[in-house]
């Protein structure tokens, strides 16, 4: 973009400069309302679908619990705008030092904000199998592919953040009177999936193992661990359930059930086409996908997802 930027006249040149301008204040405006779900738990609700320049980037989920002392913050949604205004719709209901962000997983759509929260010394924890996602070079073929798509809300100012705290296993700490867990998930939709739960208020923040009400990205995920991972949020038996994107969910057994059906659908037409050989193409138009259509996100994320549990599960067909 800067090197188209310097081949316009410069009186363009400007107007292409103010352009942005608006447009990243605009962004830095953005002005989030949090949905209060329990006595000390918030949560912000993004689009559903998949991020784009139209939505902002804002398509996840981000909440945080105030306690007595501090506020905890889970996920830092997708661009660092965005968690600029994370950050002030926080300060509107608490002016408490924000000390820690647990991020539920390393996908774009939930860390590019954490800049907003350095600033403001929190520490980031997470799970130490996020590691791999920046020394594997996906972190960087990422943040090229939301240079490209969602600028100018992402640009080449945009940095990548790790953790301070790379977690070895399950954490139980307390804050200002709460009490907390982290337990470790993946990997299942990512890697490194963890959920915090808020046991004073029974709320569980799961990150992308739930797509409440969409279909889920699923790529080249683990689905079978997967669904395991789905089995292991039922048992801590959340009265309310904060998803990654989506709705929260105070029904945790049938929203669950939603994106735990359709993983199993995918594994058992994509599972029959691969023991019987049959091309992928000639499999994924075979298959009734009517029970999924309207879902939102099924014209992006279907087809990729179908592709990439074909391949997952020529590879378990292979012992692999
Ligand atoms: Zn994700």
């Not at 962004?27 to 779900?37: F, I, T």
């Not at 981000?62 to 997708?78: C, I, M, P, Q, Y």
């Not at 039922?234 to 669950?256: E, M």
């Not at 659908?265 to 499999?283: H, I, N, Q, S, T």
Request: aromatic share 10%; with cysteine; glycine share 8%.
């Amino acid at each position: 973009m800067t090197r188209f930027r310097r081949t316009l006249p410069p009186a363009l040149r400007v107007i292409v400069a103010l352009t942005l301008a608006c447009l990243n204040g605009w962004a830095a405006a953005m002005d989030l309302v949090p949905l209060r779900v329990s006595e000390h738990v918030w949560y912000v609700r993004g689009d559903s679908g998949v991020a784009s320049a139209a939505n902002q980037g804002f398509n996840s989920n981000a909440g945080f619990v105030v306690t007595a002392d501090s506020v905890v913050v889970v996920d830092a949604l997708g661009t660092p705008a965005l968690g600029e205004a994370l950050l002030t719709a926080i300060r509107r209901i608490s002016t408490l030092p924000v000390r820690r962000v647990v991020l539920t997983h390393f996908h774009a759509d939930h860390f590019y904000g954490l800049p907003a929260f350095k600033a403001v010394g929190a520490e980031v924890w997470a799970h130490r199998a996020g590691r791999a996602y920046f020394a594997s070079g996906e972190a960087e073929a990422r943040l090229a592919q939301r240079r490209r798509d969602l600028f100018p809300w992402v640009d080449e100012h945009t940095t990548l953040i790790q953790a301070d705290r790379w977690l070895d296993g399950p954490v139980r700490f307390s804050d200002g009177g709460l009490h907390f867990r982290i337990d470790i998930l993946g990997p299942a939709h990512s890697p490194e999936d963890l959920t915090l739960t808020v046991e004073e208020d029974g709320v569980v923040f799961c990150g992308d193992i739930l797509f409440a009400g969409r279909i889920p990205f699923v790529g080249n995920a683990d689905s079978r661990r997967w669904l395991a991972a789905i089995d292991a949020v039922a048992a801590l038996h959340p009265r309310i359930l904060v998803t990654g994107h989506g709705p929260h969910s105070s029904d945790a057994a049938a929203d669950l059930s939603l994106t735990g059906d359709y993983l199993r659908f995918l594994r058992e037409k994509m599972g029959r086409a691969v023991a019987d050989m049959v091309p992928f193409d000639e499999a994924y138009a075979q298959t009734d996908w009517g029970r999924f259509r309207a879902l939102p996100a099924f014209d992006a994320a279907n087809r990729i997802n179908a592709y990439g549990t074909y391949l997952t599960l020529e590879r378990e067909s292979l012992g692999q």
